[in-house]
Every structure is written in C-alpha cells, then in structure tokens.
C-alpha cells in the first residue's frame, strides 16, 4: 500500500523549533518529488515547500522562507522539515505530499498530518 | 507570485444539481500545471484533476475539468451525496513553487 506517514509534531513557544518527518512506503521513494503543504485550524491550504527527487533542487513559500529546511535520506525513504523561529502563525496541520511524476505537478499521495502548534 | 482566486467561495446545492467551480489565476498558469482537490472534513485532500482536464486514478467521470490560461473551470455533472465538500485548484509555476486558491464549498442545500 502507498502511504506517508507525519511525525514529529507538537507543542512548541514562540521562537522555538521541530523537525518534522514524513515516512514513505509503498513506492520508490526516490523517483518522485516531495512537498509539505499545511492548513491552519479551519483555513484552506497553504503549499510550504518541495523537493525533487534527489535533494538538489527546492523551493519553498515567502511566508516560511529562511526559517524552514526541507531535506530527504533516500536511504531510509524519508522526508523532513526542519522549523525554526516558530511563529503563532506556523500553526497548522503539516501534511506531507508525493508529487506526481511526468510534466504535472500535482500532489496525488498525501499523508494525514501531523499537528503543530505554537503557543507560549 | 500567482495567485488563484475561486468563486463562488460557497455553492449551495442538491444532489443531482450541476456544480460549477471556477478558478481564476492572476497570470496565465500552464494547463499541465493546473490541478485541482476535494477535502472533507477530517481528511486528507484528494486529487481529482490534473492538467486541468486529466481525471486522476479512481475519479468517477461525472468529474470533469476544463480551461485555459487565467480560467478554469472544474464541474461535477451531478452531485452525489459524497461530493459534498471543499475543493481546491492548485498551480505550479516556473520559480518552482505552488499555490493554492482559497476553497469552495460545496454544501447540501
């Protein structure tokens, strides 16, 4: 079965810092691109960042650009988010997503999230 | 950056009614780069349509989309009780980056 699996998680201050991960199985993790996309209590969807198949290349939203990391270990069919300087407004469901191969772009894999929360 | 505006941000509507769900980008965005989801409450969202017209695996057929350029249009033939919900259009562009509209809902009149 394909699937991604988020964790990491939590609550954390203002300021402060996680790192999120994202387990991939099912599918040959490294042909395929990864984003994370997130959605705040009640709000719609908000892309965050991506990353191709091998690392070399990514991209991420204004809004989390110079605060965030995203990386993968192929190896170990994983994906990651590293956050800091956390906001109030970085709170948010945090889904990881698998991007489709060929010239489209669209995420046809999500996981189910994993919540962040940041709050003094 | 693009941004994609969809209206009307709620459709009320009964089952085997039409559903028409329009997204306007603010630059002209590549077909094969536009797509659009479904999410319920409590889920994940879900590919319907990429490339602007291609159904995704496992979309039943009264899915469709179409457009072009600024306007696309994503309309459901006739709704069933489970295609209520919220729907989303995605672009990717050229700085290799994505955004999201805002959502319509799609709710049981």
């Known amino acids: 079965e394909v699937q991604l699996v988020e964790s990491g998680g939590g609550v954390v201050r203002p300021g402060g810092s996680l790192r999120l991960s994202c387990a991939a199985s099912g599918f040959t993790f490294d042909d395929y691109g990864m984003s994370w996309v997130r959605q705040a209590p009640g709000k719609g969807l908000e892309w965050v960042s991506g990353i191709n198949w091998n690392g070399g290349s990514t991209g991420y939203a204004d809004s989390v650009k110079g605060r965030s990391t995203i990386s993968r270990d192929n190896a170990k069919n994983s994906l990651y988010l590293q956050m800091n300087s956390l906001r109030a407004e970085d709170t948010a469901l945090y889904h990881c997503?698998?991007?489709?191969?060929?010239?489209?772009?669209?995420?046809?894999?999500w996981g189910q999230g994993t919540m962040v929360t940041v709050s003094s | 950056e693009i941004v994609l505006t969809q209206s009307p941000v709620t459709l009320s509507l009964s089952p085997g009614e039409r559903a028409t769900l329009s997204c306007r980008a603010s630059?002209?965005?590549?077909?094969?780069?536009l797509a659009w989801y479904q999410q319920k409450p409590g889920q994940a969202p879900r590919l319907l349509i990429y490339a602007a017209s291609s159904r995704a695996t496992g979309i039943p057929d009264r899915f469709s989309g179409s457009g072009s350029g600024t306007d696309f249009t994503l309309t459901i033939s006739r709704l069933e009780p489970e295609d209520f919900a919220v729907y989303y259009c995605?672009?990717?562009?050229?700085?290799?980056?994505?955004?999201f509209g805002q959502g319509t809902k799609v709710e049981i009149k």
């Open positions: 997503a698998r991007v489709t191969v060929g010239a489209v772009a669209a995420f046809d894999i």
């Open positions: 630059q002209s965005v590549s077909s094969n780069y």
């Open positions: 995605q672009q990717y562009d050229s700085s290799h980056t994505w955004t």
